[in-house]
């Protein structure tokens, strides 16, 4: 029998990020030196392997100086650099009692798996990491504020453009006007939806890494025109998490892409499932949708699927005359030309 647990498992990062020491941490990386930030973010990204590093070690990865990285351990409430790497050994002890740590537990499976599967296999867990640590209240508190918005402005730059088009494609039904400020004009464009923006408005920004310097410049904005901020990004360590009003968190570790979209996608999807149901008129407006674009489906035409059935029967059609000239004219063409030319 498994053991009842009194609260559901979170992902690791978030949940190291929510930790004492991760507190800290976060307060380093809002309003540190830009050596400090860069070790908070290094120590809130690689927890498990900081507990193997030397000072040294650390030092170079994070390109400071043995110092600086002894400085900063004091200047969060340690006495070294070793007490501060204890501290991230206890706290991750704490932490993976509920859950297992995705990079560690994948890379210690006896034999080397394919790339192929190793990407899968990382895709499954950072789903099933961010599915259990995932907060409904935070995701039902994004619908409210969506339903409420007057306009909804989606935005993703790079890679999380293409997710920022499916958030959007999701919405439109349901939300009385959306839209995605990057498209294909880039920031300029993206600056010139933005303008228009007010207290009333929501923006979904949507930045993993690697983070685009323009998604948080036009997040700041935002926020300075009161406008509501709902950031899906992938840890608490994001530039983007700490801007936004409402989190939704996608863990995208991945063993040799920047970051991976699949929970992000999967986290759109959840969201656009949640304001569905959200109410009764929005099921009833899933259900005209159903209806108005069912001409446009196959098989949904009763003519479509006997003519189908007909053509079953009775072999395929003969391909139309001007067909065959087309093809005749084509093949005559290339004896003529001959290949490669």
Known sequence: MTPARSAPPSSPDVAFAQSVLGQALLRALGGGSVSHKRIADYLLRNQM?????????????????????????RDIGYKNYAAMRAAVAGTLQAVLQPVDKLRNSIERRNGAPSPVSESLEYAAANIAATGAALS???????????????????????????????????????????????????????????????????LVAISLPRYTLDCIRLANFVRDRGACLVALTDSPASPLAELADHTLYAQSTHPVLPSSASTALAIIEALAV????????????????????????????????????????????????????????????????????
Not at 155 to 176: T, V
């Open 136 to 202: 409904l209240a935070e995701l039902d508190a994004v619908v409210r504020k969506l339903k409420a918005a007057k306009t909804v402005y989606v935005m993703g730059f790079g890679l999380s453009s293409h997710l920022a088009g499916m958030l959007a494609q999701h919405l439109h039904s349901f939300c009385p006007h959306v839209v995605e400020v990057v498209g294909i004009g880039g920031s300029e464009v993206a600056a010139g939806h933005l303008v228009h923006i007010t207290g009333r408005d929501v």
């Open 49 to 73: 392997r900081v507990t193997a590093l030397g000072i040294g070690e650390l030092a170079e990865s994070c390109q400071v100086s043995s110092a600086t990285i002894s400085r900063f351990a």
């Open 274 to 341: 949640a304001l569905m149901v959200s109410n009764a008129d929005n099921v009833d407006k899933a259900s005209r949708l159903t209806e108005a674009i069912a001409a446009y489906l196959y098989g949904s035409d009763p003519a479509q699927l006997a003519a189908h059935g007909a053509q079953r029967k009775t072999g395929p059609r003969k391909p139309a005359p001007q067909a065959v000239a087309v093809v005749k004219k084509s093949r005559r063409a290339d004896r003529k030309v001959g290949p490669g030319q």
